[in-house]
């Protein structure tokens, strides 16, 4: 054991007595979790919330009633929907306007309510019941109508009954799916001779197909309790049940046609993005709507704009794809240094090889490392729903080509530019991550830059990365030509960046390796 304490202590020296490998191990972790409260938030800048522009069309010419719902009001939800914070409102006429404005870039996606909606709000927002009245005793002491009239005094506004006798209620039920009720209360046989007799009685209560449980059970245990208060302060000694097998569903029975309101996004919106966009209005509508204890189903589609709907994997690709042979900058970093330590330069400075046969070689030999990882990265994402979307096959095997090339370009002139700052292959292995975890977090290659908060987006917006990013997103997921004025200005850009670097790396690697 005391061994093993000793080689522990000396691995641990190691790291302790090199200054720069003690440097790398503390700023990886720091620079790391920065970025991550920098991204996601933490520090109070005053821009780090994103707003979202959404547009919002009504289309709807049916209201409820206010004076009992003001909450179905959808002038009212559009309101409190825009008061919330990182929500901008838009109002539009129609969906081609809504969709004219999401193509401009003015909003990241639009919600349209179809015709009928606040109808449809105020219709469930009650349980309509059907009161059969089955029973055929007779009592002095009990009346099923002054009940039915408690029930129907006590349970409003929630509750609505229509009262039925014994041959009206059983065509209702016969006939079911052609009226508008949630369910069916039935007062049993000798109900009222068992109040008198002081049995413990039962009712029946059959529901809709459709209803859920926890809508059953309040409804059930509603009119248990109301029933049992009823009658017992008429001084009945008996119990009103509603048994298990007295509770079922109505056989044949459909469940109530539902409304859904619509999300229309473009596909080049982030999956992230359109998930957070849905769930706020999903939550704020039923929030704002349910205000009462039965809940109202709010189903909701969401749409693509134009195109077709993007998966995660699909969306993410173009990030994913770059950063496979980002590594590479770490394996040029400790080969350059490696040969610096092992005195290769100096040997081969005694031949006829010049510095640009050496930069080319090098350059060349990691472009090929480069694609390589690329082609690996696409087979394997392809396993897991990639699907690219191009303008046309050619334009994007040309712009996988060029993108890539330049991107080698730039992670090799990064590698010539860092050599003399790490110098040997033990610092550069690890800290060349402190350069390769900021590229890749803050240009979108790990997150979606539309999650950043506005401070983060105008730094990513000038990384070259960001440029490789944009550019083989514009070509594998906006399915635009290479052509496309916006992918050349990224391709511009990238080669811009790519030069300068270069030249600063030559100078730099011709200096380190004498």
Known sequence: MSRLIVLIKKNLMRFIRNPKTLGFLILIPVIYYLLLG????GIDFSDTTTT???????????????GIHPQFNLSYIYEVTDEINGINLVNYSSL?????AAL??????????PEGYESYLENRSFVNIAFWNNDTSTSTNFSIVDFYISLVSTTSPIFKFTYYNKTEGNSILLDFNNYNYDGMLIINQNFLKGLDDSWDVNMTYLFRNGTSLSKNIYIVGTF??????????LNTTSDITIPVEYNYMIPNSTPFATLSFEIYFLQTVSPAVQATIENIFVQVLSSIINSNPLEIELPHEKKSTVGQVVNNITFSAPGYLLYGPMTILSFALVILTGEKKDGIYKRLASTEVTNWEIIISSIASNIILIFMQFGIGALILGLFGWSPIMYSLLDGIFGIILTMFLFSFLLLALALALAPVFKDPDSAGGGVWIIIIPLAMVSGIFVPIELFGETMKAIAA???TRFAVVALQNLLLNGLPLSHPDTLLNLGLLTLYSAI????GIKAFNKFKR
């Open 224 to 233: 248990l309790s109301l029933a049992n208060n009823y009658f017992h302060i």
């Open 52 to 66: 979202y522009n959404i547009g919002w069309i009504d289309d709807d010419t049916t209201n409820a009633n206010y």
């Open 501 to 504: 670097i270069l030249v600063i």
């Open 96 to 100: 081609e306007e809504a969709k004219q």
């Open 38 to 41: 920098l991204i996601f938030g």
């Open 462 to 464: 000038w990384l070259p």
């Open 104 to 113: 401009e870039g003015t909003i990241t996606a639009y919600v349209y309510f």
